[in-house]
């Protein structure tokens, strides 16, 4: 799943966030940060080799995209680990309220019986 290694860092996910907005030059995207462009630029490496981004070549420009489509299976996995996990839990708590009540109608002579 490289959709996780896309945002484990904090840069990458702001980089992802500029680009939520709008597609965007190397260079805006260096900007926006503090850290070295070559080190920008690994990051964009990264997130191309994840395939959350797409890299268009306009002139001598580098106009990178967001792809949602690879984020959607992490979004997807994410979702599953935090619904609540309470509907099998519900069922195998009513086969056993099932299961309690037949012993105890077996076990347990009829009410009338016991009152005649």
Not at 18 to 43: M, N, T
Not at 57 to 74: C, F, H, K, N
Not at 75 to 91: F, H, I, M, N, S
């Amino acid at each position: 799943m490289q959709g996780a290694r896309a945002v484990a860092d904090p840069v990458r996910r702001e980089i992802l966030e500029l680009l939520h907005a709008a597609p965007l030059p190397a260079g805006r995207i260096a900007e926006h940060f503090s850290i070295s462009r070559p080190a920008v630029s690994k990051h964009l490496r990264v997130l191309a080799e994840c395939g959350v981004i797409e890299v268009m070549v306009v002139g001598r420009q580098r106009i990178y995209a967001l792809r949602r489509e690879p984020l959607a299976e992490l979004a997807g996995y994410l979702e599953r680990l935090l619904a609540p996990a309470l509907p099998d839990r519900l069922d195998a708590l009513a086969t056993e309220v099932a299961r309690t009540r037949r012993e105890r109608r077996a076990t347990t002579p009829d009410v009338k019986e016991k009152t005649a």
